[in-house]
């Protein structure tokens, strides 16, 4: 089975400041990662994806991500907040078992982000 | 990527009356997909919309409550059926595009209210 763990239900954080949400997920093939987020009275915009090669991976809006095998994780990151990156962030996983088989897309719980001005 | 369109963005419901909700897509997709993200909770995938044959639904959802169509590769339709006010959510469409390997998009959303 696959799962995927938002471990923060909120995050707050100084505009200007580093942000860091964190994901952790579990697989048993091979993850394919991604984040997702979700303004008020909006649907879902796709920010960045891990499938395969360099794990830092860089997103829209200066998003990026860290996969790291080790640890199951897939932090998404920005080196400096903006008060307009205030949303509901959810981080999925979808596990790819062969070539062409894969599971369906399951979401964390999401985590809200609030930067504070 | 694709864009998505659903009809309607939000409507306010009696309990016990149905609802159909549209989804079009401005290119062709591989698969489409409805969620239900119910008030503070993230996202549970309802069924897969298969073109030209019954959906595919997960684990909780049977179609007689939600019954799917896909008529072509654009457009998809969710009936939500004999409502009641749990069923007041947001209903997303999603699709996965061709040659784009398992990435999915998501529509704007239907926020429904069941009174």
């Known amino acids: 089975a696959q799962s995927v763990a938002q471990p923060e239900d909120q995050v707050n954080v100084a505009e200007g400041n580093p942000l860091t949400v964190k994901c952790t997920y579990s697989?048993?093939?091979?993850?394919?990662l991604f984040w997702y987020v979700q303004y008020p009275n909006r649907g879902l915009q796709f920010l960045l994806k891990y499938i395969t090669g360099d794990n830092l991976v860089k997103g829209s809006y200066g998003f990026e991500a860290e996969f790291n095998k080790s640890q199951t994780s897939f932090h998404l990151k920005k080196p400096s907040a903006l008060v307009s990156d205030s949303a509901l962030y959810f981080c999925?996983?979808?596990?790819?078992?062969?070539?062409?088989?894969?599971?369906?897309?399951?979401f964390g719980s999401g985590t809200q982000l609030t930067v504070l001005p | 990527s694709a864009v998505i369109s659903q009809k309607p963005s939000r409507d306010i419901c009696q309990r016990g009356t149905s609802l159909t909700i549209q989804c079009q897509v401005d290119?062709?997709?591989?698969?489409m997909f409805w969620y239900r993200q119910q008030p503070g909770q993230s996202l549970t995938l309802i069924a897969t919309a298969n073109q030209g044959s019954e959906a595919t639904y997960e684990s909780g959802f049977v179609i007689d409550k939600f019954p799917i169509s896909r008529p072509n590769l654009t457009f998809s339709t969710l009936t939500v059926s004999n409502m009641s006010p749990e069923d007041s959510s947001i209903y997303l469409c999603s699709v996965t595009q061709f040659g784009i390997t398992y990435e999915q998009y998501f529509g704007p959303g239907t926020r429904l209210t069941v009174t």
């Open positions: 697989v048993s093939g091979n993850p394919y």
């Open positions: 999925a996983v979808r596990d790819v078992i062969t070539s062409g088989s894969a599971r369906q897309l399951t």
């Open positions: 290119s062709q997709v591989t698969m």
